[in-house]
């Protein structure tokens, strides 16, 4: 009976040491292939990554570069309005909403009317940061944000 208990006790005593040992070396290898997972963003990381999503999205608008889609650039408008409550820098939105109540997008422009009228806000942006001003002519604009690898406008 004691030694039945003894067993028992040792081998549940040699599981759990066991399961122990599986799961460290299991971490040991994840960390050593290095983080599979992202660090949480900074603001300025978050802002970063943002202002590229947002120029790609305006150099990518699908219209052609005259063509005014009153429709479509409506869309942006109203994207942009909800985008700036749920921007998760939640002063960034702010003050994104209040750009936007000044100057709204060029809901009766072209495609490329969309992309300055971007830049001209992120340099509204730049300025109160005390950052750099950027060109806001087409080319400029264009060599940094149209996609060439593999996301053409349709
Ligand atoms: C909508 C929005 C509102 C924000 N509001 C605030 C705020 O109120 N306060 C705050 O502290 N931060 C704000 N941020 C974050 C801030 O704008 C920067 O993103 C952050 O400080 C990082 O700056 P950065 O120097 O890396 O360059 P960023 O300004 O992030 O720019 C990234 C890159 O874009 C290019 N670029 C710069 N200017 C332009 C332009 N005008 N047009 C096109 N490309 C350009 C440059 O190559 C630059 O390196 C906001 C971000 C967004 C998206």
Redesign the pocket.
């Known amino acids: 009976m004691f030694n039945l208990k003894l067993v028992s006790l040792v081998g549940v005593a040699l599981f759990v040491v066991g399961s122990l040992y599986v799961l460290s070396t299991s971490r040991v290898v994840v960390e050593e292939k290095g983080s599979f997972y992202p660090e949480p963003l900074s ?6 990554n ?3 999503y ?2 790609t999205m305006a150099t990518m608008f699908p219209l052609e570069d005259d063509e005014t889609e009153e429709e479509k650039l409506v869309m942006i408008d109203q994207f942009l309005r909800i985008f ?1 409550k749920i ?1 998760p ?1 939640p ?3 702010k ?2 909403e209040e750009m936007l109540q000044r100057t709204p997008p060029p809901t009766k422009g072209t495609r490329k009317d969309l992309e300055i009228w ?6 509204e ?2 300025k ?2 005390g ?4 060109d ?1 002519t087409l080319e400029t ?1 264009r060599a ?2 149209e996609q060439t690898d593999g996301c053409p406008i349709e």
Do not use: P
């Open positions: 603001k300025h990381q978050l802002g970063r943002t202002w590229s947002l120029h700036a921007f820098c002063i960034c939105g003050h994104f971007l830049c001209e806000r992120h340099n942006v730049n109160r940061l950052k750099q001003i950027f806001c604009i940094s944000y």
